[in-house]
């Protein structure tokens, strides 16, 4: 069916809208007064022909072709400024996460939820738990040898009972090991009582961006897991 | 990233003992108590900074109070008077481009597109440093520096609160 034709009644299903509707409660999708100015402030605003306003009104208007098809939903970042500036408190964020969710698994970006799927067995890059305790192990012989002054620094692993759990995002151990030592040595210089663990250490978590609620369900019941194993009284992001 | 976890637990009811807690609000806290201690001696030239609020650590996680935590911490780090604010901030600030997955999902070009927002508010602050605290933000304003042309330095904090420790 071409574009240019008028708006066409006939595909006003909307099942889309309603399975949005049910899924998030607080969606208020009717209660748009179409002012834009979720659209005025963002930056994805334009890029592939659409932005925040009308892509509501294309799930008001129930053209659910357009709205499953467009990868706009990647270019929107969920980063939620439309959120936080619109008058009635509509998160198109969160509708773009559910319809991020309703694309069939194998027609996602690849290496997102590759990544997503990664980080179910281990962490988000898929290097073996093995190697990050190595590499943690290497760099910190590192520092202690080349830093007299660091001489006395640790990095402990599966310290059971330690008071702060630390997280490491997965490029570091990973692409860039050195950037794990000023964390080191922040918490030495601190004197907290602090350790990794061998079984979820990357604090990444891409599962939160395919808008698959079960593996990100997963994800975070893993770790919190892990965390409480350790017996940590609090869990520190790092980013 | 924060968001991930903070909201998971939310969302989806995960009962856990811990307290759940961002880095950067403890390095503040530390500096207050006297426990970490930076001063800004080191910045002789006066080198300027500025700062990225993650999307996914202040508007939709801990709001104003760690942003401000942020730049506490930089202007401890820095010195008062190098640091420069952005305009949006905090909690309305703009979204890097490179959050929710954009890095991964490979549209490189919408991407930059919507990066290009951010690579003008930043340059408009003339600042040499850009704060990074969230990994993603890292690599998408190293690469709209790269690709617009910026000439600031894009870095994490926590080589700087190094850089200013005194033992």
């Known amino acids: 069916m071409p574009d240019e034709k008028p708006l066409d009644i006939v595909r006003l299903r909307a099942w889309v809208k309603g399975r949005i509707e049910r899924s998030v409660p607080d969606a208020r999708i009717d209660y748009c007064l179409t002012c834009g100015l979720c659209a005025s402030g963002c930056p994805a605003t334009g890029i592939d022909g659409l932005d925040p306003r009308k892509f509501l009104r294309l799930l008001v208007l129930g053209q659910d072709d357009e709205i499953l098809k467009t990868n706009w939903i990647y270019t929107c970042t969920m980063c939620q400024r439309c959120r936080y500036v619109c008058p009635m408190g509509i998160d198109v964020g969160r509708i773009v996460y559910e319809i991020r969710g309703m694309r069939p698994r194998d027609e996602r970006p690849r290496n997102l939820q590759r990544s997503c799927d990664l980080q179910k067995e281990t962490n988000s890059t898929g290097i073996p738990n093995e190697d990050f305790v190595w590499v943690v192990r290497d760099v910190l012989e590192e520092v202690r040898q080349n830093e007299p002054e660091w001489a006395d620094i640790n990095a402990p692993i599966d310290k059971a009972g330690a008071e702060y759990y630390l997280n490491q995002n997965a490029k570091e151990p990973t692409v860039e090991p050195e950037e794990m030592v000023p964390l080191w040595k922040i918490l030495h210089a601190a004197g907290i009582d602090w350790t990794y663990s061998s079984k979820w250490w990357d604090g990444a978590n891409y599962c939160l961006f395919t808008g698959d609620a ?26 | 990233m924060f968001y991930a976890t903070l909201e998971g637990l939310r969302r989806f009811n995960i009962s856990h003992r811990f307290e759940f807690l961002s880095i950067i609000s403890l390095y503040a806290k530390w500096i207050r108590e006297g426990r970490l201690k930076v001063d800004s001696s080191w910045n002789k030239d006066g080198l300027k900074f500025t700062v990225q609020d993650p999307c996914k650590l202040v508007r939709q996680g801990l709001g104003d109070a760690v942003a401000d935590d942020l730049r506490f911490v930089v202007k401890q780090v820095a010195g008062e008077a190098n640091f420069i604010e952005v305009w949006p901030n905090r909690s309305n600030n703009y979204c890097c481009g490179g959050g929710g997955g954009a890095l991964q999902s490979g549209f490189a070009k919408n991407r930059r597109e919507y990066g290009k927002v951010k690579f003008e508010q930043l340059k408009k602050t003339g600042a040499d440093v850009v704060i990074t605290p969230c990994h993603n933000c890292h690599t998408q304003i190293k690469d709209i520096c790269d690709f617009y042309g910026g000439g600031w330095q894009t870095t994490h904090l926590w080589n700087w609160i190094v850089r200013a420790l005194k033992r």
């Open chain 1, 214 to 239: 079960k593996d990100w369900e997963m994800t975070v019941r893993k770790q919190a897991e892990v965390v409480d194993a350790l017996g940590c009284r609090y869990y520190i992001n790092t980013e």
